[in-house]
C-alpha cells in the first residue's frame, strides 16, 4: 500500500498534463564510492527528469548488504511505486527483495542479478559473459602463439563478477599455451587491485604476458604497479571509465570492455515507468553486449565526452 503523500502525489500527477501519473521510485546503486556506479545513478536521474512527473529515492549501499537491505525495507515501508536495483550480491540480496515482490512492488534489477526469486519484473544488464569472452579474445589476438595470464577477479558472490570470469574461461581454458599464472580478486577496488597485483608479480619468476581485470579500477591499480617496476604489460580492464578511456588513448591500458551502464539504467527505467503508467510487462531479461574498447575504436566508447 502506498503511503498517503505518495497517493495524493500520483492522484494529481493523473491531472497534470505530459505523463499519466506521478510516481515515486526507489533506486539503490552498490557503492556510489565507484564512479561506474555514480554514472548508472546519474543515468537514471536525468531520465527520470526528462520524462516527468518521477521522483527518485536514490540509496548507496556502501558495499554493505546489511545497508542495502536496510535501504530496500526502508522503500516497502515508504510505500515506492518501484524499485530499480544493482544488488551488491546476487544471494544475500534475494529476501530484501522478495519482500519487494510480496508487497506488490515492481522491481527492476540492474547490472546486476539477483538469484531464486520469483517475480522479478525484469532484469536489465550486459551480458557479463560476452564481455569477459571478449577479454579472452583480446588476448589471443594480442598473444596469437600464447600467454601467460593473470587474472584479476571482482567482489565475491556479484554476479558481475562470476559471468566476466566465465567468459574469459570459456574462451582460454582448453587452448594450448595459455595459462593462467595466477587468480585473485581484488574487490573490484582500485587499491587491492594495486596490493594483489604488487604481491603476485613479486612471487613470479618472470612477469606475465598479460593482466586481466574483471573492472577498470583494478586494472587501473594494476597499471601503477606495472609502471612503478618498469614493466610494459598489456592490461586489459572493464567498465570504459573515463579514466580507462583516456588511459588506453594515450597508451597505458591495452583496452577496456564498454557494457554501457548508461544504456542500462536508461532502458530500465523506461521498462518501469511503462510498466506503472501503461500496464507494459517488460522483457524479463534484456542484455546489452558489451565490446571491447582499444585505440582503434574509441569512438564507440559510451561516456567518450566525459574524457579529459
Do not use: C
Request: glycine residues 10%; negative net charge; without cysteine.
Amino acid at each position: 500500500m502506498l503511503a498517503p503523500g505518495v497517493v495524493a502525489a500520483s492522484l494529481l500527477g493523473a491531472m497534470v498534463p505530459g505523463h499519466a501519473q506521478d510516481v515515486t521510485l526507489a533506486t539503490s546503486m552498490p557503492a556510489l564510492e565507484f564512479p561506474f556506479f555514480v554514472h548508472m545513478q546519474d543515468a537514471l536521474t536525468k531520465k527520470a527528469e526528462e520524462v516527468g512527473g518521477i521522483s527518485l529515492i536514490a540509496t548507496d549501499g556502501q558495499n554493505q548488504t546489511t545497508k542495502q537491505t536496510g535501504d530496500v525495507e526502508a522503500a516497502i515501508i515508504q510505500g515506492v511505486d518501484g524499485i530499480i536495483i544493482s544488488p551488491i550480491d546476487a544471494v544475500a540480496m534475494a529476501p530484501a527483495l522478495k519482500q519487494a515482490v510480496d508487497a506488490d512492488i515492481p522491481v527492476i534489477t540492474i547490472d546486476r542479478r539477483v538469484d531464486g526469486v520469483e517475480g522479478i519484473l525484469s532484469h536489465v544488464g550486459a551480458d557479463n559473459v560476452v564481455g569477459g569472452e571478449a577479454q579472452g579474445n583480446l588476448i589471443m589476438e594480442l598473444f596469437p602463439d600464447g600467454a601467460r595470464v593473470v587474472n584479476l577477479q571482482g567482489q565475491p558472490g556479484a554476479s558481475p563478477a562470476i559471468d566476466r570470469n566465465k567468459g574469459l574461461h570459456n574462451v582460454l581454458d582448453g587452448k594450448d599455451n595459455y595459462e593462467f599464472v595466477a587468480e585473485q580478486t581484488a574487490n573490484f577496488a582500485r587499491e587491492e587491485g594495486a596490493s594483489v597485483t604488487e604481491a603476485i608479480l613479486g612471487g613470479l619468476a618472470t612477469p606475465p604476458d598479460v593482466i586481466v581485470a574483471a573492472n577498470d579500477d583494478m586494472a587501473l591499480g594494476a597499471l601503477q604497479v606495472a609502471q612503478e617496476r618498469g614493466l610494459d604489460i598489456p592490461i586489459i580492464g572493464f567498465d570504459a571509465l573515463p579514466e580507462a578511456l583516456a588511459s588506453v588513448r594515450d597508451g597505458g591500458l591495452a583496452a577496456t570492455i564498454e557494457q554501457f551502464p548508461g544504456g542500462q539504467s536508461v532502458t530500465a527505467l523506461e521498462a518501469m515507468i511503462a510498466h506503472l503508467r501503461d500496464g507494459k510487462a517488460p522483457e524479463p531479461l534484456v542484455l546489452l553486449n558489451p565490446i571491447a574498447i582499444t585505440k582503434d575504436n574509441l569512438e564507440k566508447a559510451e561516456r567518450l565526452g566525459e574524457i579529459q
